[in-house]
């Protein structure tokens, strides 16, 4: 089974009892090495209920999985292959009640956390100039994320307030899943033994990424039997922000020290010429694991390319000639990227493959189960399962319109919470409300126990095309404007729910759809926008396509003051920027361009920027590369503009200003009320001479 795996690969794969760490390089095959491991251990005889696997992606999770059934058969079925929050979800399930939670508990997503944080800010009169909510959340998730406190007391009262609606309302928050579970092994150690037995042997992929409460959870679990497979690499971990950890795989060293390391430094993906540039690059950063990537595939000079452009039209000009070329030699768009350190960097691409016809996709768009109408069909279902869920409650009892406002709704709960009764159980007995609306919350009720008594014999397609419909839900859509396509994701849902019934699982149809709901809404990579061409040049940060390869990478934008950023050049940033710029790069198989501009417009603000000091490290060089300026540039120099130093202009946005400095198109202007001098394209439309 091993035989086709490098000596390193199998040495990993082998490698089945006690700790082991593996540095796996970018696209060295560790996720074919996880998989061979795991058929591995149960072709020597390990029961595959004991091992558990996590990653940190549903897309990674189901294509393991997928890989698993095609070594082992069935056998994979056994195996608990999840994400951090997947799996902890599963197990607040079983144990939450120790915690002082009911198992029905509800997984909220940030429109709803805002929800909850508004609710906390009208109850204690906070000022929401100075505590806005989306401050507040903002807090509050970056407290959970890096495992502290708010230090301002007034948003750490605020804090405390929110934990204890939410408990009261018997909610969790995506970080709540793992502080709950840290909570539950740490407190109560015969549940933590019960985990213990059950997963003997761990994997962790992505070890890199993990944060300080994952990396506790997984050392407690490992903790009895010592069983810890982690495979990472520490030169591509570029998730601090969302308060993942590198640091860990130190640590994993301190507390597992007998572990076995391994380095996995093939690289199946790019070309030599590729890597030796990315070698050089990522051998800057001082704290790491020293390794060097190699290929069997050699290359050429022509696989790296570096241009500078006089400006980012000319830069976007540039490569969409190169993408043209491309085509011409039997590549295709999906071959291709094109990838920046920021976003804003995207605005000019997209504009002109508009206007070139090109096909795109811009990678990270609305998540599917974020849209309005899908979440209100998951919370008409969970209300239907769960028929005291408020949040679900709250959201659908007037949607669609059904003339009850917010007062209505409140006196029910007041009720329900005054007199310990069950929701549906207030509601009939809520008499002081006005009569017509009254009727409406009954009949409302009435509906969904009607569904409730179907939902285990009735298939739930059939059930959500009848909800659909008695709900008058899709009436009230034909008249929004955008109802095809709301419909269009109506109709997308009803696929989801028929592979929910259809996954083979032996359980009943209300913990199939609990269960599907909490996956669905831990989801990272649901959905992608369908009107962007997915057979097109994918256009993307580089952090959206962390585990993605392409025949072809242009890096754009690589200028000093945004790759990298001007406010991380100091230690330890810049060598968090350096490791982007390296994931960026390794993405390359086959040609690898790396462009930058003299000039640039970004934020609505001209900039004159170096050539990344990343650009210099990758090609080797202490001094900046001669400029190579196009025939165009020098074309558009000789065309004389209307304009002379001195001259008075009016910008459409600063008002009146004088032309201080003019070079071909680019002109420096002073408004001197405004007390600022800033650059500008003087063909451009915002700017006009001032007629006296």
Same mark, same amino acid.
């Given at each position: 089974?091993?035989?086709?795996?490098?000596?390193?690969?199998?040495?990993?794969?082998?490698?089945?009892?006690?700790?082991?760490?593996?540095?796996?390089?970018?696209?060295?095959?560790?996720? /074919?090495?996880?998989?061979?491991?795991?058929?591995?251990?149960?072709?020597?005889?390990?029961?595959?209920?004991?091992?558990?696997?996590?990653?940190?992606?549903?897309?990674?999770?189901?294509?393991? /999985?997928?890989?698993?059934?095609?070594?082992?058969?069935?056998?994979?079925?056994?195996?608990?292959?999840?994400?951090?929050?997947?799996?902890?979800?599963?197990?607040?399930?079983? !144990?939450?009640?120790?915690?002082?939670?009911?198992?029905?508990?509800?997984?909220?997503?940030?429109?709803?956390?805002?929800?909850?944080?508004?609710?906390?800010?009208?109850?204690?009169?906070?000022?929401?100039?100075?505590?806005?909510?989306?401050?507040?959340?903002?807090?509050?998730?970056?407290?959970?994320?890096?495992?502290?406190?708010?230090?301002?007391?007034?948003?750490?009262?605020?804090?405390?307030?929110?934990? *204890?609606?939410?408990?009261?309302?018997?909610?969790?928050?995506?970080?709540?899943?793992?502080?709950?579970?840290?909570?539950?092994? +740490?407190?109560?150690?015969?549940?933590?033994?019960?985990? $213990?037995?059950?997963?003997?042997?761990?994997?962790?992929?992505?070890?890199?990424?993990?944060?300080?409460? $994952?990396?506790?959870?997984?050392?407690?679990? #490992?903790?009895?039997?010592?069983?810890?497979?982690?495979?990472?690499?520490?030169?591509?971990?570029?998730?601090?922000?969302?308060? &993942?950890?590198?640091?860990?795989?130190?640590?994993?060293?301190?507390?597992?020290?007998?572990?076995?390391?391994?380095?996995?430094? $093939?690289?199946?993906?790019?070309?030599?010429?590729?890597?030796?540039?990315?070698?050089?690059?990522? %051998?800057?950063?001082?704290?790491?694991?020293?390794?060097?990537?190699?290929?069997?595939?050699?290359?050429?000079?022509?696989?790296?390319?570096?241009?500078?452009?006089?400006?980012?039209?000319?830069?976007?000009?540039?490569?969409?000639?190169?993408?043209?070329?491309?085509?011409?030699?039997?590549?295709?768009?999906?071959?291709?990227?094109?990838?920046?350190?920021?976003? #804003?960097?995207?605005?000019?691409?997209?504009?002109?493959?508009?206007?070139?016809?090109?096909?795109? /996709?811009?990678?990270?768009?609305? +998540?599917?189960?974020?849209?309005?109408?899908?979440?209100?069909?998951?919370?008409?279902?969970?209300?239907?399962?769960?028929? @005291?869920?408020? $949040?679900?409650?709250?959201?659908?009892?007037?949607?669609?319109?059904?003339?009850?406002?917010?007062?209505?709704?409140?006196?029910?709960?007041?009720?329900?919470?005054? @007199?310990?009764?069950?929701?549906?159980?207030?509601?009939?007995?809520?008499?002081?409300?006005?009569?017509?609306?009254?009727? %409406?919350?009954?009949?409302?009720?009435?509906?969904?126990?009607?569904?409730?008594?179907?939902?285990?014999?009735?298939?739930?397609?059939?059930?959500?095309?009848?909800?659909?419909?008695?709900?008058?839900?899709?009436?009230?859509?034909?008249?929004?404007?955008?109802? !095809?396509?709301?419909?269009?994701?109506?109709?997308?849902?009803?696929?989801?729910?028929?592979?929910?019934?259809?996954?083979?699982?032996?359980?009943?149809?209300? !913990?199939?759809?609990? +269960?599907?709901?909490?996956?669905?809404?831990? #989801?990272?990579?649901?959905?992608?926008?369908?009107?962007? +061409?997915?057979?097109?040049?994918?256009?993307? &940060?580089?952090?959206?396509?962390?585990?993605?390869?392409?025949?072809?990478?242009?890096?754009?934008?690589?200028?000093?003051?945004?790759?990298?950023?001007?406010?991380?050049?100091?230690?330890?940033?810049?060598?968090?920027?350096?490791?982007?710029?390296?994931?960026?790069?390794?993405?390359?198989?086959?040609?690898?361009?790396?462009?930058?501009? *003299? *000039?640039?417009?970004?934020?609505?603000?001209?900039?004159?920027?170096?050539?990344?000091?990343?650009?210099?490290?990758?090609?080797?060089?202490? !001094?900046?590369?001669?400029?190579?300026?196009?025939?165009?540039?020098?074309?558009?120099?000789?065309?004389?503009?209307?304009?002379?130093?001195?001259?008075?202009?009016?910008?459409?946005?600063?008002?009146?200003?004088?032309?201080?400095?003019?070079?071909?198109?680019?002109?420096?202007?002073?408004?001197?009320?405004?007390?600022?001098?800033?650059?500008?394209?003087?063909?451009?439309?915002?700017?006009?001479?001032?007629?006296?």
């Amino acid at each position: 089974m091993l035989e086709s795996l490098n000596n390193n690969q199998k040495a990993a794969a082998e490698a089945i009892h006690g700790p082991v760490m593996v540095f796996a390089g970018a696209g060295s095959g560790k996720t /074919r090495t996880l998989t061979y491991r795991i058929a591995h251990m149960i072709d020597e005889g390990i029961e595959p209920k004991s091992i558990l696997a996590i990653t940190f992606t549903n897309k990674a999770t189901n294509e393991m /999985r997928e890989r698993l059934f095609k070594l082992v058969g069935p056998s994979a079925s056994f195996l608990t292959i999840s994400t951090f929050h997947s799996l902890c979800a599963s197990i607040l399930r079983r !144990e939450i009640k120790v915690l002082g939670y009911s198992n029905s508990f509800q997984i909220i997503d940030e429109e709803d956390q805002l929800k909850i944080i508004k609710e906390v800010l009208d109850h204690g009169n906070y000022d929401k100039r100075t505590f806005s909510p989306r401050h507040i959340r903002r807090v509050i998730n970056y407290s959970k994320c890096f495992d502290t406190k708010p230090m301002i007391p007034t948003e750490n009262q605020i804090f405390n307030e929110y934990e *204890s609606l939410m408990k009261e309302l018997n909610l969790l928050d995506f970080e709540d899943l793992l502080i709950k579970v840290r909570e539950l092994f +740490s407190d109560h150690p015969k549940i933590l033994k019960r985990y $213990q037995n059950k997963f003997q042997f761990i994997l962790v992929d992505e070890f890199q990424d993990t944060d300080s409460i $994952q990396y506790q959870i997984i050392k407690m679990l #490992a903790k009895e039997h010592r069983n810890i497979f982690v495979v990472g690499d520490d030169d591509q971990s570029i998730y601090s922000f969302r308060g &993942t950890n590198y640091e860990n795989m130190k640590l994993f060293k301190i507390d597992f020290p007998e572990h076995k390391l391994i380095i996995l430094n $093939q690289n199946y993906r790019s070309t030599q010429t590729i890597l030796d540039g990315c070698n050089r690059l990522i %051998s800057h950063n001082t704290d790491r694991e020293k390794k060097e990537l190699f290929s069997d595939i050699e290359g050429s000079s022509d696989d790296v390319i570096v241009h500078q452009a006089m400006n980012h039209l000319d830069e976007v000009d540039y490569v969409i000639s190169n993408i043209r070329s491309l085509l011409k030699n039997g590549y295709q768009y999906k071959d291709i990227a094109v990838l920046y350190r920021y976003s #804003a960097v995207s605005r000019n691409f997209e504009l002109k493959f508009v206007q070139e016809q090109i096909p795109y /996709r811009i990678f990270g768009g609305i +998540s599917f189960l974020r849209r309005k109408e899908i979440k209100d069909m998951i919370a008409y279902l969970r209300l239907i399962v769960f028929s @005291n869920d408020i $949040q679900s409650f709250k959201r659908i009892v007037n949607v669609p319109s059904r003339g009850i406002g917010l007062k209505t709704i409140q006196k029910p709960l007041d009720f329900q919470k005054e @007199n310990k009764l069950s929701l549906f159980d207030a509601i009939d007995e809520s008499k002081d409300i006005v009569k017509s609306k009254y009727k %409406s919350l009954v009949k409302f009720k009435e509906l969904i126990l009607e569904f409730k008594e179907r939902i285990e014999n009735t298939d739930l397609v059939t059930l959500y095309d009848e909800l659909l419909v008695k709900t008058e839900y899709l009436e009230e859509l034909e008249k929004d404007e955008t109802y !095809e396509d709301r419909l269009e994701n109506l109709m997308e849902f009803k696929s989801i729910l028929y592979n929910i019934e259809n996954n083979g699982e032996v359980a009943s149809r209300s !913990e199939k759809l609990i +269960s599907a709901f909490d996956e669905a809404i831990l #989801a990272d990579d649901f959905f992608t926008n369908s009107k962007q +061409s997915h057979d097109g040049i994918t256009l993307s &940060t580089v952090h959206s396509v962390k585990g993605l390869e392409f025949k072809v990478v242009f890096i754009c934008a690589f200028e000093n003051g945004i790759f990298p950023n001007m406010n991380l050049i100091e230690p330890p940033n810049i060598e968090e920027e350096r490791r982007i710029a390296y994931v960026a790069a390794t993405r390359a198989k086959e040609k690898l361009f790396l462009t930058c501009a *003299s *000039s640039r417009l970004l934020y609505g603000v001209y900039h004159n920027n170096k050539q990344s000091q990343f650009l210099l490290e990758f090609i080797g060089s202490k !001094e900046e590369p001669k400029i190579d300026f196009t025939d165009k540039e020098e074309e558009k120099s000789d065309t004389p503009l209307d304009y002379q130093v001195g001259d008075k202009v009016v910008h459409t946005i600063y008002g009146e200003g004088i032309i201080v400095q003019l070079k071909d198109t680019i002109g420096k202007i002073c408004f001197t009320d405004k007390g600022m001098i800033k650059q500008f394209d003087m063909t451009h439309h915002t700017i006009s001479k001032k007629i006296n």
